[in-house]
């Protein structure tokens, strides 16, 4: 699956905007025959969530289906080609009918899917296109969670820290693509050795200097699979600069690996976004063209060496946030405006990095993450699985088989949306490292046995990026079954908050000990969550936990530690902005750990962070 563009032989329309709408939580339209059409349906935009869209009707607690409904006419060129039907996302499980007829069933609330749906929507005549969208996580789902029948009816219980945010979160697209056509692709790049680490250059960008990762010659690998008959056809792969100059060119069979050499390349680099333009065609044997796609490729290489890890040979630290997809009232619903005034506002930081904590995230931000030249950790929605967090509704041993536990069907669906993200992440220079878990239960055998295949299956898919997974507090080193597999380690911890709370000495303490004790593993370590709720507004002269005085404090008691650590190599504090979780004691109106308001308002540790982080950029 490839993502739709407009090119010679392509043309693609977002299907985005007021959907037709019908919440359904006995699950009638199934057996209604809905998929027809939607009786009485009221109104949705698309994309969004739907929890918050609705004043007063209780969709934030919705467990169970809604329905989405619109027509939409296939143009009368589209004929000869094949038409595609793609949902960048569906949140959590959907299927999707045109006319009538089923043309696709997807799980997996935050990675795309398509239908060819050529035969069911002819074109130049309208289609109706009617999506049912589930949100009840179980057991087997990724992430796990229980529904649960209360006084007040079903409820969907989860063990994460976010709300169950549901709906089509992000753009649908109809396109027209040929028969014979481009519809997988791979691109690994790889850098001349250097003896010694390669000098970084200077330039002086607007808003400060930027690091320039300094010219070496490269290699392009391009893998381009066709779907439909190619016998005989040939694909010719073209780099281009950012100049649009030509910078290497060749061609082989359809499906066979193409090697471009490219002479003193402009790597792509943190600070630096530097992407060549690769433009893929291909030809039948008479020379006619039958496809052609073009992406941007970044070339870089990742390696973790030692406690290091580097970025085209260079020790690179990591300076940003965990972040969430979640604003005020769209919910996880993908804006391009919000997209791109949080990066404006990672660059405000001074940040270089985050971690699409705790899924994946929208494409249109690895985009902007590209183009920014930042450094993302790609995280897998696997997220919950502890008992620790599940108020007793999870096995002890959280891993297993047992009707309370996270067994084969769970750990088969974890293969699956982890092959599906590194099939579209992969292109993504920003992305070095694969996190496949949020805080499991990691210190059992269950765990070794769950996990153990999943690692193996990412450094099989992507040999070029280190692996790794967000250690949970109570899995200390030596106990951690799951640390001694990956490649960097991640750990998340609330020292002076969780722990010692009010008490940022015996904080101090004990995160200095606890890192010692990762740092002997010799892996590089990346603290990707500490952090503390502030409530903007309130204030306290002592160190009180809840204000922003508070906050700012942990945050610099915290990367003080750090910065006496050599092997901690990266801060990621926890979170970029305030956001909404189920209802819960400890948390008002949503989690408080943002450094900024759900609004994007400062609290006093984002002006702290600022300095910190500006002050390390420019040294770099
Ligand atoms: C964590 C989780 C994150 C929570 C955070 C918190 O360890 O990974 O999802 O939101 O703690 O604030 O408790």
């Known amino acids: 699956m490839l993502r739709p563009q407009d090119g010679p032989t392509r043309e693609s329309t977002r299907l985005d905007g007021v959907w037709r709408f019908r919440a359904d939580p006995d699950g009638t339209g199934r057996d209604a025959a809905w998929s027809r059409g939607v009786p009485d349906a009221g109104r949705m935009p698309v994309p969004s969530s739907y929890g918050d869209v609705l004043p007063g009707s209780g969709l934030r607690q919705h467990v169970g289906d809604v329905w989405y409904e619109r027509e939409v006419w296939v143009p009368s060129g589209w004929r000869g080609r094949r038409v595609l039907l793609r949902f960048d996302a569906a949140a959590h499980e959907a299927t999707v009918w045109v006319n009538g007829v089923e043309v696709a069933r997807h799980v997996g609330g935050y990675l795309p899917f398509e239908a060819d749906v050529t035969d069911a929507a002819p074109a130049g005549e309208p289609a109706r296109v009617v999506v049912r969208v589930g949100n009840e996580l179980t057991l087997a789902t990724i992430p796990p969670g229980v529904v649960e029948t209360t006084a007040s009816g079903r409820r969907q219980r989860y063990f994460h820290d976010f709300l169950h945010y549901s709906g089509l979160h992000r753009s649908v697209w109809l396109s027209a693509v040929p028969p014979v056509r481009f519809d997988t692709l791979d691109v690994a790049t790889e850098l001349a050795p250097t003896g010694e680490p390669p000098p970084v250059e200077r330039a002086t960008g607007e808003g400060g200097p930027v690091a320039r990762a300094a010219r070496r010659d490269a290699t392009v690998r391009v893998r381009a699979g066709v779907a439909g008959d190619a016998s005989g056809a040939v694909v010719t792969a073209v780099l281009l600069d950012a100049?649009?100059?030509?910078?290497?060119?060749?061609?082989?069979?359809?499906?066979?690996?193409?090697?471009?050499?490219?002479?003193?390349?402009?790597?792509?680099?943190?600070?630096?976004?530097?992407?060549?333009?690769?433009?893929?065609?291909?030809?039948?044997?008479?020379?006619?063209?039958?496809?052609?796609?073009?992406?941007?490729?970044?070339?870089?290489?990742?390696?973790?060496?030692?406690?290091?890890?580097?970025?085209?040979?260079?020790?690179?630290?990591?300076?940003?946030?965990?972040?969430?997809?979640?604003?005020?009232?769209?919910?996880?619903?993908?804006?391009?405006?919000?997209?791109?005034?949080?990066?404006?506002?990672?660059?405000?930081?001074?940040?270089?990095?985050?971690?699409?904590?705790?899924?994946?995230?929208?494409?249109?931000?690895?985009?902007?993450?590209?183009?920014?030249?930042?450094?993302?950790?790609?995280?897998?929605?696997?997220?919950?699985?502890?008992?620790?967090?599940?108020?007793?509704?999870?096995?002890?041993?959280?891993?297993?088989?047992?009707?309370?536990?996270?067994?084969?069907?769970?750990?088969?669906?974890?293969?699956?949306?982890?092959?599906?993200?590194?099939?579209?992440?992969?292109?993504?220079?920003?992305?070095?490292?694969?996190?496949?878990?949020?805080?499991?239960?990691?210190?059992?055998?269950?765990?070794?046995?769950?996990?153990?295949?999943?690692?193996?299956?990412?450094?099989?898919?992507?040999p070029s990026r280190p692996v790794t997974f967000a250690n949970e507090t109570s899995n200390r080193p030596g106990r951690c079954?799951?640390?001694?597999?990956?490649?960097?380690?991640?750990?998340?911890?609330?020292?002076?908050?969780?722990?010692?709370?009010?008490?940022?000495?015996?904080?101090?303490?004990?995160?200095?000990?606890?890192?010692?004790?990762?740092?002997?593993?010799?892996?590089?370590?990346?603290?990707?969550?500490?952090?503390?709720?502030?409530?903007?507004?309130?204030?306290?002269?002592?160190?009180?936990?809840?204000?922003?005085?508070?906050?700012?404090?942990?945050?610099?008691?915290?990367?003080?530690?750090?910065?006496?650590?050599?092997?901690?190599?990266?801060?990621?504090?926890?979170?970029?902005?305030?956001?909404?979780?189920?209802?819960?004691?400890?948390?008002?109106?949503?989690?408080?750990?943002?450094?900024?308001?759900?609004?994007?308002?400062?609290?006093?540790?984002?002006?702290?962070?600022?300095?910190?982080?500006?002050?390390?950029?420019?040294?770099?």
């Open 243 to 462: 100049d649009e100059r030509e910078v290497a060119r060749d061609a082989g069979d359809a499906g066979a690996a193409i090697e471009l050499a490219v002479p003193d390349a402009h790597p792509w680099a943190p600070g630096d976004g530097y992407r060549y333009l690769l433009r893929l065609e291909l030809r039948d044997a008479a020379g006619d063209l039958l496809d052609a796609y073009a992406t941007r490729v970044g070339i870089r290489t990742v390696r973790v060496d030692g406690a290091r890890l580097l970025v085209n040979d260079v020790p690179v630290r990591l300076r940003g946030f965990g972040r969430h997809e979640d604003h005020p009232v769209r919910g996880k619903g993908h804006d391009d405006v919000l997209a791109v005034h949080d990066h404006e506002l990672l660059g405000w930081f001074g940040a270089n990095s985050f971690r699409t904590s705790h899924y994946p995230y929208a494409e249109e931000v690895l985009d902007l993450a590209d183009e920014d030249g930042l450094l993302v950790i790609s995280e897998s929605p696997a997220v919950g699985q502890n008992a620790v967090f599940s108020g007793g509704r999870l096995g002890a041993e959280t891993f297993g088989e047992g009707p309370d536990l996270i067994g084969a069907d769970a750990q088969a669906a974890h293969a699956r949306v982890l092959r599906e993200l590194l099939a579209r992440d992969a292109l993504h220079p920003s992305v070095i490292a694969w996190s496949i878990a949020n805080e499991p239960a990691s210190s059992t055998d269950a765990a070794e046995r769950y996990f153990a295949p999943l690692v193996d299956l990412v450094r099989e898919l992507d």
């Open 481 to 620: 079954r799951v640390t001694p597999m990956v490649d960097l380690l991640l750990v998340n911890r609330y020292l002076g908050w969780y722990v010692d709370t009010g008490d940022l000495v015996s904080a101090e303490e004990h995160l200095r000990a606890e890192l010692a004790a990762w740092a002997e593993l010799g892996k590089p370590i990346v603290v990707s969550e500490f952090g503390a709720d502030a409530v903007a507004g309130v204030h306290h002269l002592d160190p009180e936990p809840w204000s922003e005085e508070y906050q700012r404090d942990l945050v610099a008691m915290s990367t003080r530690v750090f910065d006496t650590v050599p092997a901690v190599i990266g801060e990621h504090v926890w979170n970029l902005a305030d956001f909404a979780t189920a209802p819960g004691l400890i948390r008002v109106d949503g989690n408080r750990k943002g450094v900024l308001t759900r609004q994007r308002q400062p609290k006093a540790a984002a002006w702290a962070l600022r300095e910190r982080w500006r002050a390390a950029a420019e040294r770099e």
